[in-house]
């Protein structure tokens, strides 16, 4: 085998690992603290220590862990400065999302509607993990249908602090905020009402001050 195809077989271990484990430490699988090492990472997915290295390395960058030379590699508490980072972020780019989708939203509303049934189908199963799931392929679609989908992954790559806080208030109560917060951009956005849109997107994403004030009182030892 090549190096130049061993080395492209281990970069795509290595972002296996790096979005396996996010996961777990964004679903708090793995929890602000928790111990972890590159050999049991590496017997738990099944690759070489490399890889699993590269991926320590990556999620290190991305404020998810902290790699301490000869100690143990450790899952980062939470940083309310990054989470206000990332909400920041966000915001700054999902209003301009919705914006440009609203001043041309063609069949928005009905692929809307859909996402937002199959979120009320989760909350009422009260599956947290499927509606975190159906919660971003919302916002990833709104991105989509403005023609915009890359503008969701520049998102996704700067919200993991924030995706750890909305995790922990995922339930029946906050997903159904969530929820009727979505008919209220879905309706703006259907109707091509630009402002309406843009106010009903900064409010709820506004709402993750509120959370973190929350967490921080329900879950001190998770964060900074």
Do not use: C
Request: net charge neutral; no cysteine.
């Amino acid at each position: 085998m090549s190096a130049q195809v061993l080395d492209v077989t281990e970069e795509t271990m290595s972002m296996r690992v790096v979005g396996a484990l996010r996961d777990e430490i964004v679903s708090m699988a793995l929890k602000p603290g928790d111990v972890i090492s590159e050999s049991d990472i590496a017997g738990r997915y099944g690759v070489s220590r490399q890889p699993v290295r590269e991926a320590f390395i990556r999620l290190a960058q991305q404020g998810l862990l902290m790699i301490r030379p000869k100690r143990a590699t450790v899952v980062k508490k939470i940083s309310p400065e990054g989470v206000r980072q990332s909400r920041f972020i966000r915001e700054s780019i999902e209003v301009e999302i919705v914006r440009r989708l609203a001043g041309n939203p063609g069949d928005a509303a009905a692929v809307l509607k859909g996402l937002i049934a199959d979120q009320e189908a989760a909350s009422a199963a009260n599956d947290s993990r499927r509606f975190h799931t159906l919660d971003e392929l919302f916002h990833r679609t709104l991105a989509r249908l403005a023609g915009v989908e890359y503008a969701w992954q520049l998102i996704d790559d700067h919200k993991m602090q924030l995706d750890r806080v909305r995790y922990l208030t995922l339930g029946a109560s906050s997903s159904r905020v969530a929820i009727d917060e979505h008919m209220v951009i879905a309706k703006a956005v259907a109707a091509g009402d630009v402002a309406g849109a843009e106010a009903a997107m900064r409010a709820h994403l506004a709402r993750a001050e509120v959370l973190l004030g929350q967490t921080i009182a329900e879950h001190p030892d998770y964060f900074e």
